[in-house]
């Protein structure tokens, strides 16, 4: 079973415009959340974080929202640019000790922003 | 900090071959993690390194998948008897707690790509 869903394969998006990323996850021992951007043949690049203990976390142009009672975090591009145009993955992480904080990843989602 | 480096890019092998690839983490990063990513998928965790010893494996890494650390810095992935369904992308990833470093905050390899024919 996918404990992290990323419900939308793919977004399209006007230059200028929010990007509104969406992510569900399913395991309640998930403490921390990540987003990452992936462009083809290279690996996948750290964006931003959050801890199940806060609902916001705000990095320049990005910010994720989580909202634990329904499982559910996003992340908020704005404005979006063309360079924004990759894959994003939520990921998600129990706390640590017998964990390891591993990740667990969604399947991504297309963002392509049109100039 | 330089980045996680991973060495070699692309492999191309036949089936049956066995295959090596090396991951450089960021300098002391004292975690080490293996991921799998196949076509459509995010990224799966196959096993976890703090400093030199193996904590964690997946049962995705089957026993023909061996992983070492040796002294704690880079780290080995090794397929032997390729298969098929061996073909992937191979990432690594490091992390650190270390000077109030966020230890779930992953930082990711280009990846070797792997094809077996």
């Known amino acids: 079973d996918q404990q992290v869903k990323q419900n939308s394969p793919s977004l399209s998006v006007q230059e200028g415009r929010i990007s509104i990323l969406n992510c569900d996850y399913t395991?309640?021992?998930?403490?921390?959340f990540l987003w990452y951007k992936k462009y083809p043949a290279e690996g996948p690049t750290f964006l931003i974080s959050i801890s199940s203990i806060k609902d916001k976390n705000e990095d320049g142009r990005f910010t994720v929202f989580l909202n634990k009672s329904a499982k559910h975090l996003s992340l908020h591009i704005v404005p979006s640019q063309p360079g924004d145009s990759a894959v994003y993955f939520c990921a998600a992480s129990p706390h640590g000790g017998g964990s390891n904080y591993k990740l667990t990843f969604g399947k991504g989602t297309l963002l392509t922003v049109n100039p | 900090d330089t980045g996680v480096s991973q060495d070699p890019r692309h492999k191309i092998t036949k089936r049956g071959q066995n295959v090596t690839f090396r991951c450089d983490p960021i300098?002391?990063?004292?975690?080490l993690y293996w991921y799998r990513q196949t076509l459509g998928q995010g990224p799966e965790f196959l096993t976890y390194?703090?400093?030199?010893?193996?904590?964690?494996k997946s049962r995705l890494l089957s026993d023909r998948f061996s992983a070492e650390r040796p002294k704690g810095s880079f780290s080995t992935l090794e397929i032997q008897r390729t298969e098929q369904g061996d073909s992937a992308m191979y990432l690594c990833?490091?992390?650190?707690?270390?000077?109030?470093?966020?230890?779930?905050?992953?930082?990711f390899g280009p990846g070797t790509r792997l094809t077996v024919t």
């Open positions: 390194f703090q400093n030199e010893a193996q904590l964690e």
């Open positions: 990833a490091s992390s650190t707690n270390y000077g109030g470093r966020r230890v779930y905050e992953q930082y």
């Open positions: 395991n309640s021992m998930f403490d921390y």
């Open positions: 300098s002391e990063h004292n975690r």
